[in-house]
């Protein structure tokens, strides 16, 4: 009878633990839904928010109206704004994005000839982010860990937080300056070979490494301290079996969700990385688009941009309740 009490109870458990796993996806489903709608109406508002006609602001004061009348047919403009929604929101299902003024291609195929460019940059940069500040943070914090190295700590603490506050633009042009202007060793811009990715991916990682690495340090000196590291001290284990295979996983898994939030930032920053060094990807093309008044292009990169925000944000929380199942109850 114990045991059958036993299985009962360890069966309660995985069915109230499954329980906790699809209010999580449910919640979390809804929640991104409800973000994806508000996008949505959001950038469908953006044409129609704007004072003046977006036709006659991107074709110029010069084009005829005639052509002005013909191209908002085109685009629906002249058609009821309930009925311009539906349109949109069909459209989005079917993956068209409306038509560029300037250019007259579809916005789609100008957004799937810039997004791995963009892509590539991000993710690049997040990786050396990564690579870079979590090691760093790990030194640290065994250097200074219970009050040693403290002109480490000190010098450490006062360059990350320089690091960190220097925006994202004005490193790249630090680095143009240096590099290219200066001592001619790397392309001023443009995409044109594996060079040529080293400013920009710099430029976007520089101060996402330094927030990173203040923030796995702080973890790792708090895990350093844990009951579970003093025991694999008893044990006499090694320093690099304690630091690696003990302190770092639980230290890395804290800072993950501030990662996902960096990634997202990246993400963000490359509409200005971009413009600093002529990057053909998203970021500048809404930057060009901004400044030609093609709006349905804007439109779209804006939409691109806000769901891979939305997308990184879920996929961190996805990870964060895999390798912290507990966390499902909270979220």
Request: charged share 10%; aromatic share 6%.
């Amino acid at each position: 009878m114990s045991a059958l009490e036993n299985a009962a109870s360890g069966g309660d458990f995985l069915s109230a633990g499954a329980r906790h796993w699809v209010r999580f996806a449910l919640r979390r489903t809804g929640q991104l839904l409800v973000s994806l709608w508000v996008l949505i109406t959001a950038a469908f508002a953006m044409i129609h928010l704007i004072p003046g006609d977006p036709v006659r602001s991107s074709l110029g004061l010069t084009a005829s109206q005639e052509l002005v009348e013909t191209t908002r047919q085109n685009l629906g403009l002249n058609d009821p704004l309930p009925l311009q929604y539906w349109h949109f929101l069909q459209g989005l299902v079917t993956g068209d994005l409306g038509m560029s003024i300037t250019s007259r291609l579809p916005v789609a195929e100008i957004v799937a000839t810039r997004f791995a460019a963009t892509a590539q940059l991000a993710l690049s940069a997040f990786a050396l982010s990564v690579v870079v500040a979590v090691p760093i943070g790990v030194a640290v914090a065994v250097r200074t860990r219970q009050g040693r190295g403290r002109v480490l700590d000190l010098g450490f603490a006062g360059t990350s937080v320089v690091l960190g506050s220097i925006p994202d633009f004005l490193i790249g042009v630090i680095l143009v300056w240096i590099f290219s202007v200066s001592l001619h060793l790397l392309p001023v811009g443009g995409r044109t070979g594996l060079s040529s990715y080293i400013l920009p991916v710099l430029s976007l990682a520089v101060g996402p490494a330094a927030i990173l690495s203040r923030i796995v340090r702080v973890e790792m000196l708090s895990v350093l301290e844990a009951d579970y590291v003093r025991t694999a001290r008893a044990k006499r284990l090694s320093a690099t079996r304690i630091h690696l295979g003990h302190a770092l996983p639980n230290a890395v898994t804290a800072s993950l969700t501030l990662g996902g939030l960096m990634l997202s930032g990246m993400v963000a920053a490359t509409v200005l990385v971009e413009t600093v060094f002529a990057w053909p990807g998203l970021g500048s093309t809404i930057v060009q688009a901004i400044l030609v008044k093609d709006y349905p292009l804007v439109q779209g990169v804006v939409l691109v941009y806000g769901c891979g925000v939305l997308l990184v944000n879920t996929l961190v929380d996805v990870a964060m309740t895999i390798l912290d199942p507990r966390s499902a109850v909270i979220r």
